[in-house]
């Protein structure tokens, strides 16, 4: 079976050959594919997977190139992993973000509308690519903002794109554990939009453990999100938020705090990662031991300011594993081999929200087969989750239909509507400020 990933040259692509690696299993992938349009970090990447798999044996033969055409020609599945602009444009969605007073983050706020921006038309030109060149492959994508470029994708491909992430994943496994559950045999009653979801629910052969949690503030502030967004807030709500929901529920803090630091979060990570693959350009270089190395670095960071906010200490180390790479690996298993299994994932709602149209894309638990994500029917939403969840979709749409017209006028309508933007005035001043620093903007008229 043969897997192509677009972004080959991207950091966290060794954490998916690796869990290539675990799979032994008849019908799994025996050739990868990466493709990155630039070759110089397809080598530095290509050095690691190469360490990796001298361990291994029968380890599924890795190429690279940098036609697009080529890479998707005869794929089984394709992980779309791209980052339009770099980590650099990432720096510039946060910097110019926060010289307004607004949220900078690559996936909530202006940061994730200006990379939306940028990212939906790459996306579909991809997506076009893969109907007349791959049109039986399956598209999982992992790029950010995941169920804003899921949907614009969707478009083109229907159910054959799927959209996944980790977060949810590792909010249902802290769950679970501070609860003393196996994560494996826990339904997770999760609903949401990508970076936009509350679990509702956790339930253990057939008993909901989830009040038991919150009735307990010493078990709930014992983990993550108890200590991110304190006892009384998520005992108030009655819920578990996805992690990002501190950027809306602690705007203000989150805001204060990023202006504050050093280096927002998408300068660390270029200057981190400019280091390793300036490192993989000796040959001598130990190419996993660096890649290690930087990783772990990375992972520890993570959401560091709202940590810090918060008053939240270090990560625990049983987090800082990453998982999106066992989730996209479940899903082509469970697609590839009708190994069926239950998975969040990003997919049209069909129905499933009320609130939404049937080709919204939305993340919830979903049953997968041979035939693709079902979404399981879930209960509606509170009132103040419905409201969140309504707005940003509105706003995703604009994004999509700025990205579709390159109409400036749309893009400005898109700023102005997110909850976390307060102003029309700054919503001008965002697409004045982003299409003056990112090239990939200059559609906008």
């Known amino acids: 079976m043969k897997l192509t990933i677009l972004g080959g040259g991207g950091f966290r692509v060794p954490l998916v050959y690796g869990a290539l690696l675990t799979d032994r299993a008849e019908g799994r992938v025996t050739e990868v594919v990466l493709h990155d349009l630039d070759d110089s970090r397809l080598y530095a990447v290509a050095r690691v997977l190469n360490e990796q798999a001298a361990v291994v044996p029968d380890a599924p ?60 038309p790459v996306a579909v030109d991809i997506a076009r690519r893969v109907a ?54 826990a339904w997770i009653d999760y609903v949401g939009l990508n970076h936009l979801g509350w679990v509702r629910g956790l339930r253990v052969a057939g008993r909901d453990e989830l009040p038991r949690l919150l009735a307990d503030a010493d078990l709930l502030g014992s983990f993550e999100e108890g200590k991110l967004f304190g006892v009384d807030w998520l005992q108030a709500l009655g819920a578990i938020p996805n992690e990002y929901l501190h950027y809306y529920y602690f705007n203000r803090e989150a805001v204060r ?11 660390f990570l ?67 081999r009708d ?3 239950t998975l969040i994932l990003n997919v049209r709602n069909q129905g499933t929200l009320s609130v939404l149209d049937a080709d919204a894309v939305i993340e919830v638990p979903c ?11 879930v209960a509606p939403l509170p009132d103040h989750a419905t409201g969140l969840v309504c707005a940003v979709k509105g706003v ?31 919503a001008r001043k965002l697409v004045e400020g982003y299409t003056d620093v990112h090239p990939g903007l200059a559609y906008l008229r």
């Open 61 to 120: 033969r890795v190429t690279a190139t940098t036609d697009l055409d080529e890479a998707l020609r005869g794929a089984d599945f394709i992980f779309s992993a791209i980052r339009v602009g770099g980590l650099e444009g990432r720096a510039h969605d946060e910097r110019v973000a926060l010289a307004e007073g607004v949220l900078g983050q690559e996936t909530v706020g202006a940061g994730g509308i200006a990379y939306g921006l940028r990212t939906v």
């Open 132 to 185: 007349r060149l791959a049109p039986d492959a399956w598209v999982i994508n992992f790029t950010n903002p995941a169920g804003l470029v899921t949907e614009a994708m969707s478009r083109h491909l229907g159910d054959r794109v799927i959209g996944i992430c980790d977060s949810p994943v590792g909010l249902g496994r802290r769950i679970a554990r501070v609860l003393g559950a196996d994560p494996k045999q």
């Open 257 to 267: 705090a990023y202006q504050q630091v050093e280096k927002t979060r998408g300068a």
């Open 270 to 336: 270029a200057d981190q990662q400019a280091r390793f693959y300036e490192e993989m350009k000796r040959p001598d270089a130990a190419a996993l031991t660096a890649w290690d190395r930087t990783r772990a670095e990375r992972e520890a960071t993570y959401m560091a300011e709202n940590r810090e906010t918060a008053g939240a200490g270090e990560r625990d180390a049983d987090d800082l594993s990453g998982g999106y790479e066992k989730v996209a690996l479940a899903l082509m298993r469970a697609i590839a």
């Open 339 to 341: 190994e069926r299994t």
């Open 367 to 377: 049953l997968v087969d041979a035939n693709g994500a079902h979404p399981v029917a």
């Open 396 to 426: 995703e749409r604009e994004v999509l239909a700025a990205a579709e017209s390159g109409s400036r006028t749309t893009a400005v309508k898109a700023f102005a509507l997110h909850p976390l933007v307060d102003s029309v005035n700054v």
